[in-house]
């Protein structure tokens, strides 16, 4: 594969992103408080009203919760300052370009569409949450999926349709104002997380902090999944808090964002929103989630339904609605946006708005369907475990291939359209560790285990805790095909980097 | 916008964050019905959002 072959549509997807091509210049740099404003407004979000009710549902105590979700979040912290700021702050390049460089054009276009449908996916559930919002002040209940409600009511539809449209139609005129808009929510919403948190604690019967600790084991993070729900535990905790960002810090999606920083320490500025918005905001909404249910049985309900509106309204009454419906929409909107941008990778020659639309018209029917929300944390798990191998080759490809005497960007500078070493890395670790887990959670893929060896099939995996070996295997192969590749083709490279 | 005006619309929305969260604690002591802890919310949020947005700039990190 020549790049003096290189077919228009390379060409096409580069000048989409000429704009960026070059490093962030010097004067262009922004400080800390740039970055603790960005990660606190960006990681509270529609879906913490979501993944904090999930832990609760899934069964985890007390303990899992309070030490696994620290544990997971001082992991993800890290992994942005030690493993993403460094890079980004050497290179100064968006993670198109870096992906690009080790991986070619061909695998950058598929990475970009695959992730354009995940953004959808995401938006999607983000439009479900505010949905929520919506239909409750419309009178409208929103589907009960644990109690087997698979399919919306048709006005339920409708208000999604609705917000989804509006939601779309605003990431087609540009999301600047939005952005704008959603820095000034940010600062507002961990303050109705926290009250609604504080206000809904009588109702499961703690009246002063003694009482707290009891009480949270008993009636909050009992140790029981709720009917529906797998079992969690501690390492649950500590994968999803870590996992659920990893195509940013260890996928290296961050790169984009911290390119603009002046240090790599302010990679430690992550902290502020996992801290705030993946451990404050789950614990909060967990413990209106379990007031909620509780609430609810004592009224006769044997089947609550805690959506993030119902448990909102409990907490923080109207305030908490608008809430949920600014946490979705200020958080779908520019995942919208970027999965047009995302998906316009795939198809140059379209306009940006007719791909918008199309992305917009995806996300709807994603909001309609209320497994997405019922099964959020693992859509969430498996998009950090198949996104996260080519940043993690980035990181080798900056560090270990110099030490190992092997060429870095190998791909750009031969002039590559696709890295097979790449490609062998990034789908062989996804394929390993899907399979190792599906084996024993899918009974269709049973079958494995009778053809696998004894230690293989006696390994038991967790979805949320195969993080590390998805990255080692991942970088593993690729390190491995990448010897195989440079020594089977030791032609002279071109001085002239290819840009 | 003045130094003066500046310092005042901080004011204003921090003292609408205070509302959005200290009421919660009373309504934890049992201080504070929960409907006049709703309607305080209301009020907390209209402050913030009604002067916030004049004085948070935006940014372009290019994401």
Redesign the interface.
């Known amino acids: 594969m020549d790049s003096s072959n290189t077919p228009t549509l390379v060409e096409r997807l580069d000048a989409l992103y000429e704009y960026d091509r070059e490093p962030v210049k010097e004067d262009k740099l922004y400080g800390w408080s740039t970055f603790i404003a960005m990660f606190a407004s960006e990681h509270i979000a529609g879906t913490e009203f979501v993944l904090g009710t999930l832990l609760v549902l899934h069964g985890v105590t007390a303990f899992d919760v309070f030490a696994g979700l620290a544990l997971g979040n001082l992991l993800a912290v890290l992994s942005w300052a030690f493993m993403c700021a460094p890079i980004a702050v050497k290179e100064r390049l968006t993670v198109y370009w870096q992906i690009r460089k080790i991986a070619g054009p061909y695998l950058t276009v598929l990475y970009s569409g695959l992730f354009a449908i995940i953004l959808c996916l995401l938006a999607g559930s983000m439009v479900n949450v505010s949905t929520t919002a919506v239909s409750l002040t419309m009178g409208i209940p929103s589907p009960n999926y644990a109690a087997g409600e698979t399919v919306p009511s048709i006005p339920w539809i409708l208000v999604a349709v609705g917000v989804g449209t509006v939601i779309a139609v605003l990431a087609v005129l540009g999301f600047e104002r939005l952005t704008h808009f959603a820095k000034v929510v940010a600062p507002w919403m961990p303050f109705v997380f926290l009250a609604g948190a504080i206000a809904s604690l009588p109702s499961l019967g703690v009246t002063n902090l003694s009482q707290f600790w009891d009480v949270a084991n008993e009636k909050i993070w009992t140790g029981e999944a709720h009917e529906g729900h797998m079992q969690y535990g501690f390492w649950s905790c500590v994968g999803l808090a870590w996992l659920c960002n990893i195509c940013q810090h260890m996928g290296m999606g961050d790169v984009t964002i911290f390119r603009y920083a002046r240090k790599w320490q302010m990679g430690f500025c992550s902290a502020f929103g996992m801290f705030l918005g993946h451990y404050m905001a789950w614990i909060c909404s967990g413990i209106l989630c379990a007031a909620f249910v509780h609430t609810r049985l004592a009224a006769g309900d044997m089947s609550p339904n805690p959506t993030p509106a119902n448990i909102a309204m409990l907490g923080a009454g109207y305030a908490g609605i608008v809430c949920v419906l600014l946490a979705g929409w200020t958080t779908a909107n520019p995942t919208l946006y970027r999965a047009g941008l995302a998906f316009q990778v795939a198809t140059p020659n379209w306009r940006r708005w007719i791909v918008t639309l199309i992305a917009g018209v995806v996300m709807i029917i994603t909001a309609c369907i209320p497994a997405v929300l019922h099964y959020l944390d693992r859509i969430v798990a498996y998009y950090g475990l198949f996104f996260m191998p080519l940043g993690a080759f980035i990181f080798i490809d900056f560090w270990l291939f110099p030490r190992l005497g092997l060429v870095q960007n190998y791909a750009e500078r031969k002039g590559l359209l696709a890295s097979w070493p790449a490609a062998v890395g990034w789908f062989g670790s996804f394929a390993i560790c899907f399979l190792l887990y599906a084996k024993d959670n899918y009974e269709s893929l049973g079958w494995i285990n009778d053809r696998l060896p004894a230690m293989l099939a006696k390994y038991h995996a967790d979805l949320f805790s195969q993080v590390l070996p998805a990255w080692v295997i991942a970088v593993t192969l690729y390190t491995v095909c990448s010897l195989v590749q440079q020594r089977l083709s030791p032609t002279v490279l071109s001085s002239e980097v290819q840009q | 916008m003045t130094k003066n005006s500046h310092f005042f619309l901080r004011l204003v929305s921090y003292s ?2 205070a509302i ?2 200290l ?3 009373l ?2 002591q ?1 201080m504070m019905a ?1 409907e006049t ?3 305080l ?2 009020v ?2 209209l402050l ?2 009604g002067t ?2 004049f004085w ?4 372009d ?3």
Do not use: E
Not at chain 2, 56 to 59: N, Q, R
């Open positions: 609408g964050l959005s969260f009421p919660a604690l309504v934890f049992g929960k802890y709703f309607q919310l209301l907390g949020m913030w959002f916030a947005i948070i700039k935006p940014d990190l290019g994401g």
